[in-house]
């Protein structure tokens, strides 16, 4: 039996604050996202495309949206947890995919790299690619930032 999920996430991004994008942080970079955790879109996206295949809910059920304990937290340690609770849920992770949507940062120099983290914190091939809006809307005009994910789960 297979299950696929979609989930996507978008955080403004704001000057000062560090980013950490598809679990990797981007210090040359001058404004991070906003969020309760890191903000980190594709790690979020991520973890809602699973929770969704699994039938689990979406990401603020699973962990809430203003949980102390999470406040600042690396998106990593929220993937590996969504993981777990997939495994949990007797469920096999085969492969996701995310896209990140934006102008900034430029994802190819870096992409193998976050590939390998994402990969390697999920257990299973995350594939992650990029793209813009040519300048159209809330990425488009340098705002933020958004991801949309997809994953295969197999029972």
Not at 52 to 72: E, H, K
């Amino acid at each position: 039996m297979y299950a696929t999920g979609i989930g996507f996430d978008t955080h403004r991004l704001q000057a000062g604050v560090p980013l950490r994008l598809a679990g990797l942080d981007w210090p040359a970079e001058p404004a991070g996202l906003l969020g309760h955790s890191d903000g980190d879109v594709a790690t979020h996206a991520l973890c809602d495309a699973l929770l969704s295949a699994a039938n689990l809910g979406d990401l603020g059920a699973v962990f809430g949206t203003d949980d102390p304990a999470l406040a600042g937290a690396n998106s990593l340690l929220l993937l590996t947890k969504v993981a777990l609770l997939i495994r949990d849920a007797g469920w096999e992770v085969s492969n996701a995919a995310v896209q990140i949507i934006g102008n900034t940062p430029k994802l190819a120099p870096r992409r193998t790299e976050a590939e390998a983290v994402l990969s390697a914190t999920l257990g299973a091939r995350v594939s992650v690619s990029a793209t813009t809006t040519d300048g159209l809307g809330f990425t488009g005009s340098g705002a933020g930032i958004a991801a949309i994910a997809t994953a295969l789960l197999e029972r």
